[in-house]
């Protein structure tokens, strides 16, 4: 996942607590990605 959000330029932060779960965010700014896209970046 680290390397997937570096790819698009990307911060990508993971909070765990025990027995509150994970939460992961990904966080950007730049131009829209458009549909195929986004798909080609979720397949690689």
Do not use: F, K, N, Y
């Not at 966080?27 to 195929?36: R, V």
């Not at 986004?38 to 690689?44: E, K, W």
């Amino acid at each position: 996942m680290h390397e997937r959000a570096a790819e698009i330029g990307a911060i990508l932060s993971i909070e765990s607590e025990p027995e509150s779960g994970t939460r992961i965010s990904v966080s950007w700014q730049g131009a829209a990605l458009s549909d195929d896209e986004l798909q080609a970046l979720m397949q690689s």
